[in-house]
Structure formats: C-alpha cells, structure tokens
C-alpha cells in the first residue's frame, strides 16, 4: 500500500451521505482480522451486498458507470470508533484519496498512516462535485499534494487544502513513520550523541 504521492487525476465515486461512520466503512465483524490483506473486500460491506452475498445494484460501488480512486463523501466522515480497519479497507479497495468537509480527526490520521490522501475542502466545494460527478460520471478530479490543490476538471474550479508538513513529506516520499525513522536514524544518534548525561 506504500505508494508516493505526487498529482493524482481520476474520476470519482461518489458517496453524498453524512456521518458515515466506521462502522459502516467495515462492520465490526470483521475486527478479528489482523491483516490489511483482502480488508478491500469488505468496504461497506452491508450497504454494497445482501445477507446472501449478493451485490446492491442500487449501490454505488457495484455501479460500473462510476470508477476511480477518489471517494468524495459528504461531512462527517469516519466518525464513530477509532477502528484502524476502516482505513484499511478504503486502502485496500485501491481509494488514494477521499474527499470531503469534515473528517473525523482519528480517522483522519488512519487515513494518512496507511497512504490515503483525506482532502478537506469547503461545503460548497463539495456540493459542486457532487453535481458535477451526478452530471457526468466522467468528471476528473485533480488532487495535486505538493501544491495542495484540488480542482474540479469539469468546472476548473481549485481549492487549497491544508496537510500536516510531516505527513505531506511522508506521502511524497512513500514513508512509513518507521521508514522515516530508519531514514534519520544518523541525525538521531548524532543529537543522542550530543546530549548525552
């Protein structure tokens, strides 16, 4: 799931519900699992299939006419239980990005510790997405991370979004936090070395 961050262009799949909460981003059945491999499978899990297993057709990850690796979600995403598994889910789906104009603050940070991008941008912002993605399912999004912009392509209209500095370094360098550890560990012995007792 390491991938480094630079311009992403995709269209979108669109989700214009609030306070999706992690419950619904992967059902607390599916806690038990201890490893991010095939988590993807089970994105919404109770929304996308019946109890048999069979697909929702009116939900809109099993519509093929909606593609990408950007999930716009209205306010409130992620709210609910800290559950590291949502964002593992959204990973493992193949999402890079999700947008909307408000997230959870933990999840938030999950997000961003498994290489998805969370871009908060404004509600009118996002309320033109939506329209623009429902007008036309072929509507890109541009999310550039080293300016940290997002522009609707169908309108051309940009926002800035804000990132934590550290985090922004990471995603564009496809760091882990103990990646970036290991790539300081010289700096770091060098200030134990000068401060020792």
Sequence with gaps: MKQKFNVITSTC???PLENVDTDQIIPARFLKATDKAGMGENLFRDWRFHADGTPRQDFVLNDSSYSGVILVAGKNFGCGSSREHAAWAIAGYGFRVVISSFFADIHKNNELNNFVLPVVVSEPFLQELFQSIAANHQTEVEVDLPRQMVTNKATGRSEHFDINGYKKHCLMNG?????????????????EQQNKS
């Design 175 to 191: 760091l882990d936090d103990i990646d970036y550890l290991v790539q300081n560990q010289d700096k770091t012995e060098a200030w």
């Design 13 to 15: 799949i669109p989700l």
